[in-house]
């Protein structure tokens, strides 16, 4: 690890540990332009920075750090959410929510959780060339069932930088994996989480700087809501352009998602239902009126349970 990626992990780590809050504060612009008179005291060491090469986005890190090193300062952000504005609070439709606005090289650049009791509060941050974006690429996030798994898409993203960063999330007691999903579009960068329980969950997105922040807490569900379902699917290949090539066959599905199963494979799947006579007339439509050949199966599977792998003949 060279140095500026040594000091790039260290913001990043010093900005995971800002607690995050429901609600700003009426504090907020008081703390920021304290923030920005100790930045004018720091200016030689900021100019250091940039010379070093260190992104803009690095530098506002930075600047986290420092307010926190100011007892005044850190005591006037305890009740700030970050340092972006609120934007809006994503309404879901059917399980289904976006926002953002076109932009092209973005960089999926780093995800982070923070803990508030029993909430946890997943954060992603975008850069473009290098430097804080101060607003949201345009985004789409899903949440489905059978297993619990929320999928983001982020458009106009020509790097995912932030891959690196499942294994933190899944440190979470309530994330049970991470994974990237394969994509031909190159300025499409997507992954799912999938979650150890029922949750509820909240999308915000933010500005200046850009991020998106989904808070999660666990929910309680009903036997009857957690009855086991039969799913329409493919079988499981590796990560790479077949699963895509899969993926674009079944496109006609309504319910299409990409999964990962129990073993490591990837598959794709065309819905899930309650009975296996209607998840096998699913089968008989997209054959008979889409003319879809891919070979497909039927798993029964309970709530929760992740998929597991099946071979084709």
């Known amino acids: 690890m060279n140095i500026l ?14 607690e995050i809050p429901d609600e700003l504060a009426a504090v907020t612009q008081q703390a920021i332009e304290r923030g920005k008179l100790h930045r004018k005291r720091t200016k030689a060491r900021t100019r250091w920075l940039k010379q070093a090469g260190i992104s803009a986005a690095a530098v506002f890190v930075l600047f986290t750090v420092s307010v926190n090193t100011m007892p005044s300062v850190a005591s006037a952000l305890e009740n700030v959410p970050g340092l972006g504005k609120l934007v809006k609070i994503l ?17 999926v650049s780093f995800i982070t959780v923070q803990k508030q009791g029993d909430q946890e509060n997943i954060i992603l941050n975008f850069t473009q060339d290098n430097e804080v974006q101060e607003n949201a690429s345009s985004f ?6 059978y297993p619990n798994t929320m999928t983001f898409a982020v458009g106009g993203a ?11 999330l899944k440190q979470s007691p309530y994330i049970q994996d991470a994974y990237e999903i394969i994509s ?16 509820a969950y909240e999308v915000k997105e933010y500005k200046e700087p850009a991020q998106v922040v989904i808070t999660i807490s666990p929910k309680e569900v009903t036997p009857e809501d957690q009855q086991p ?20 066959s079944l496109l006609v599905a309504d319910n299409m998602r990409v999964l990962k ?14 009975t296996e006579a209607q998840a096998q007339e699913k089968i008989k439509q997209l054959k008979d009126e889409f003319g879809v ?11 929760l349970e992740v998929p597991g792998g099946i071979v084709a003949q």
């Open 5 to 18: 990626d040594k000091k790039l992990d260290d913001f990043k780590q010093a900005y995971h540990d800002i």
């Open 91 to 107: 309404q879901f439709n059917k399980g289904s929510a976006g926002g953002g606005t076109p932009q092209d090289a973005v960089d």
């Open 140 to 145: 789409h996030v899903s949440f489905t069932e």
């Open 158 to 168: 020509r790097r995912f930088s932030a891959v690196k960063d499942f294994e933190t």
């Open 184 to 199: 031909l579009d190159d300025s499409l960068v997507r992954f799912n989480v999938t979650f150890t329980e029922a949750i």
């Open 229 to 248: 379902v039969y799913a329409v699917r493919t079988a499981s290949v590796p990560y790479g352009e077949t699963l895509g090539a899969m993926e674009e």
């Open 261 to 274: 199963d129990k073993q490591g494979g990837y598959f794709v799947e065309a819905g899930y239902y309650r």
């Open 293 to 303: 050949v891919e070979p497909l199966f039927v798993e029964k599977r309970e709530y």
